[in-house]
């Protein structure tokens, strides 16, 4: 078994939204592996980091992933730190990769001054663009395709993302 689509990209991406419209154009299931986290730590993902530590999370996310790439066969989106681990990335590999690229206005005003967003807490417009700048080396390492969400609608996104599945 493996997901028909990885949805990978930074917070504000369009992730979950579009996760829902392409899963529900297939007549598929999403999952979201945050969701999946918070689900078996029995807390939300601000809280774990709080409580626990980021390391705690990113263990617990390394897990998570693991186990929906090999359980799951519809849409899957991966909370946006999980391309940060080179062992997500190499299991990455062997799945169709769909990189949801945002630019940084486009992020800010999707996030705003979200709270269930541990690593955007302070300052959220600076920590986005750092994250972005991060991490965007390591979505286009995985990614299979790109796609452009900023200035565009959910199913303007969903039905580019559907093209390429």
Known sequence: MSP???????PG??????????????????RDTD???????????????????????RQMEREAVSAALAEHDGV????GGAVGDAGIRAELGRHHVVFLDVGLADAV?????NKDRPLLLDSPRAQLKRLLDERRPLYEEVATVTVVTSGRSIDEVA???IAHV
């Open 35 to 57: 969701t999946d986290i918070e689900r078996l730590a029995g807390k939300a993902i601000t809280e774990i980091f709080i409580d626990d530590g980021e390391p705690a999370f």
């Open 109 to 113: 005003s999707r996030v705003g001054l």
């Open 13 to 30: 991406a369009g992730k979950s939204s579009v996760g829902r419209r392409v899963a529900a154009h297939l007549g598929m299931r999403l």
């Open 159 to 161: 039905q580019e993302v």
């Open 4 to 10: 028909r689509v990885v949805l990978v990209g930074p």
């Open 76 to 79: 899957l989106s991966l909370g």
